[in-house]
């Protein structure tokens, strides 16, 4: 059974990069699945961030306007979502998760999530 633990800061200043990183066990990120960053805001609906695939191809939500990267790390099973020039509408709990698609919000497995705040 797939398990999904994201990780990083809690508070993050305006115009600073965001970095969370989630390990992933009981699945290789490598072999198949796609593997995504989504987000909640309050009063909002669930967003996507982005996708790595196993083959290690990336997408993003045009919405970010080039502001997010993920990579990945095998060795550790692990993929971090890095975005950049935070400002406080980026304020949200983050979940990685994996997923049969590569774009939308739709995961059939995710993380506990992690609450991101940014403000000075």
């Known amino acids: 059974q797939v398990q999904l633990q994201e990780s990083g800061p809690g508070l993050v200043k305006p115009s600073q990069t965001l970095s969370l990183t989630c390990t992933v066990s009981?699945?290789?990120?490598?072999?198949?699945?796609?593997w995504k960053w989504i987000r909640q805001s309050p009063g909002k609906e669930v967003e996507w961030v982005g996708t790595?695939?196993?083959?290690?191809?990336?997408y993003y939500s045009p919405s970010l306007k080039n502001r997010a990267s993920i990579s990945r790390d095998t060795s550790k099973n692990q993929f971090t979502l890095q975005l950049t020039a935070v400002t406080p509408e980026d304020t949200a709990v983050y979940y990685c998760?994996?997923?049969?698609?590569?774009?939308?919000?739709?995961?059939?497995?995710r993380g506990q999530g992690t609450q991101v705040t940014v403000s000075s």
């Open positions: 790595i695939a196993a083959n290690g191809n990336t």
């Open positions: 998760g994996r997923a049969t698609t590569f774009s939308s919000h739709f995961v059939d497995s």
């Open positions: 009981g699945q290789s990120i490598t072999t198949t699945y796609y």
